[in-house]
Structure formats: structure tokens, C-alpha cells
Antibody, heavy 119, light 106 residues
């Protein structure tokens, strides 16, 4: 059974940093693109970042470029999101999601971890 | 690419046929996915590539369309289908979502 379990969320002040983790199991992690997708309270979904199977290619939404870094450790079946210079508008539930084999959709999602940026 | 869903919300009864539409701001071929999100839960993939049913998803869900106009149909609404539905284009990065359609109990 595919499982994605996020951790690392919490309350942080504006300008602060946080590192999210996602532990994957039930599939061959190293053969899939992976993503982070977020959802601000009471609003819709926003893709944040993608990373290729070997970590050689990464993509980010414009609003987080230069502040967030996606990475992975295939030996540990883990995905990460390093978030620096956090802003109030980064407050959201952050989901780890697997990119399906066609490369065009997210076929499995974690339960999400809440990041709150507030003074 | 902007994705616009309609309606933003609707009320329906168990057993009803429900249709949700999604329009893209430019042509996206068949690069369109649909997700269902129950309250407090992660989204769940229903339909990919506009009309392909994801494995394990009930056959009451179907998708159609290409180019700029797409439709999600639920043939007979079930209690677990009262949720919010999102379309998402996968034609180009970023893979933008529609604003969501909330399906409520009448």
C-alpha cells in the first residue's frame, strides 16, 4: 500500500525557517517524480515544487523561488522541503504527492502538515 | 494557464446526476485531471487525461472534453461524494487548479 507521511509543520514567525519531511513507503520511491502541493486555510490548491527521480531537475512556483528548496534522499525514501524567509501568505497545509507514471497527475497524497506563519 | 470551474457550489440529493465544468484560459489538449477532496482530507485523483478513470475509482465518475472545455459527471451521487471537486491542468508548469466546486447536500 502506497503511503506518504508528512512531518515538520508548526508555528513559525515571519522570516523564519522550517523543514518539512515526507516518508514514503509501499512503492519504489526512486522511480517517481515527487511534489509538494499546498492549501491555504479555506482556499484552493497550489502546486509548490517538483523534483525528478534522481534530484537532477527541480521546478518551483514563482512565489517560492529563492526561498524554498525541494530535495530527496532515495536511500531513505524521503522527500524534503526547506522553507526559508517564510511569509504570512505561506500559511497552509502542505501535502507531499507522488507524480503518476504518465507524469501528468498526482496519484497519491499524504495527509498533510500544517505550517502557520504568524507573529 | 487559468482554470475556471462552474458552478462554485451546488446542492444535490443522493442519486442525482451532477455535472461540473472546467474551462482553461488556453487550449490544453486533454491535459486535465479531476480530484475530489473530502473535508479535512487530502485530495483524491478521480480522472486523468480528461477521461481516464483512475484505478479504484467508482465507475459513476466520468470525464470528457478537450481543448478548453471539460466536464466531470457523477452519474448517481453517493453520500461520500459530498465534497469539493477540483480540476487541474497538466499541460504546462505550474499545474494550476481551478477554484473548486463544493457539492452540498440538498
Amino acid at each position: 500500500e502506497v503511503q506518504l507521511v508528512e512531518s515538520g509543520g508548526g508555528l513559525v514567525q515571519p522570516g523564519g525557517s522550517l523543514r518539512l519531511s515526507c516518508a514514503a513507503s509501499g512503492f519504489t520511491f526512486s522511480t517517481y517524480w515527487m511534489s509538494w502541493v499546498r492549501q491555504a486555510p479555506g482556499t484552493g490548491l497550489e502546486w509548490v515544487a517538483n523534483i525528478k527521480q534522481d534530484g537532477s531537475e527541480k521546478h518551483y512556483v514563482d512565489s517560492v523561488k529563492g526561498r524554498f528548496t525541494i530535495s530527496r534522499d532515495n536511500a531513505k525514501n524521503s522527500l524534503y522541503l526547506q522553507m526559508n524567509s517564510l511569509r504570512v501568505e505561506d500559511t497552509a497545509v502542505y501535502y507531499c504527492a507522488r507524480v503518476g507514471v504518465t507524469g501528468t497527475m498526482w496519484d497519491y497524497w499524504g495527509q498533510g502538515t500544517l505550517v502557520t506563519v504568524s507573529s | 494557464i487559468q482554470m475556471t470551474q462552474s458552478p462554485s457550489s451546488l446542492s444535490a440529493s443522493v442519486g442525482d446526476r451532477v455535472t461540473i465544468t472546467c474551462r482553461a484560459s488556453q487550449r490544453i489538449s486533454s491535459s486535465l485531471n479531476w480530484y475530489r477532496q473530502k473535508p479535512g482530507k487530502a485530495p483524491n485523483l478521480l480522472i486523468y487525461a480528461a477521461s481516464s478513470l483512475q484505478s479504484g475509482v467508482p465507475s459513476r465518475f466520468s470525464g470528457s472534453g478537450s481543448g478548453t472545455d471539460f466536464t466531470l459527471t457523477i452519474s448517481s451521487l453517493q453520500p461520500e461524494d459530498f465534497a469539493t471537486y477540483y480540476c487541474q491542468q497538466s499541460y504546462s508548469i505550474p499545474g494550476t487548479f481551478g477554484q473548486g466546486t463544493k457539492v452540498e447536500i440538498k
